[in-house]
């Protein structure tokens, strides 16, 4: 379960970078840069809120005081992470959705946090009944 912990502080160090990142290119921009660099603000506010959430459901989860299975702490780790930078690179790549690879990766990820959220949940419920 102490991935669980590390996987919360990964998506807090993401929160925090993509913190000073949107405040230097709104404080700061670079003309002819910043609007190549960042192309999609919105996008990365997204990723900003996602990492943010994904930290706490590593900390909540860690905190719930209850043996959760290795595999779906792993996925949930793993998932909390992949899932915000799905939005990350979509912010810094205009055609992110028409990709391929970004689909496959999109998925992937999604799965893996699916199947950790399951796992978490049904362990869950097991103690609760």
């Not at 003309?31 to 192309?39: A, H, N, P, Q, T």
């Not at 997204?46 to 900390?59: C, E, K, P």
């Not at 209850?66 to 690179?89: M, Q, S």
């Amino acid at each position: 379960m102490q991935i669980l912990l590390i996987g919360a502080v990964a998506c807090m160090a993401a929160l925090i970078l993509s913190a000073w990142l949107m405040t230097f290119a709104r404080w700061f921009p670079i003309e002819g840069i910043d609007e190549k660099f960042l192309v999609d603000y919105k996008t990365m506010i997204r990723a900003h809120i996602d990492y943010a959430l994904m930290a706490l459901f590593n900390l909540g989860f860690y905190g719930v005081g209850i043996d959760l299975p290795v595999f779906a702490c792993w996925c949930v780790a793993i998932g909390g992470f992949t899932n915000p930078t799905v939005f990350v690179v979509a912010a810094f790549d205009p055609d992110f959705w028409q990709k391929t690879k970004w689909k496959v990766y999109s998925a992937i990820s999604f799965a893996i946090t699916t199947i950790g959220f399951v796992g978490v949940g049904f362990t869950l419920l097991q103690h609760a009944l």
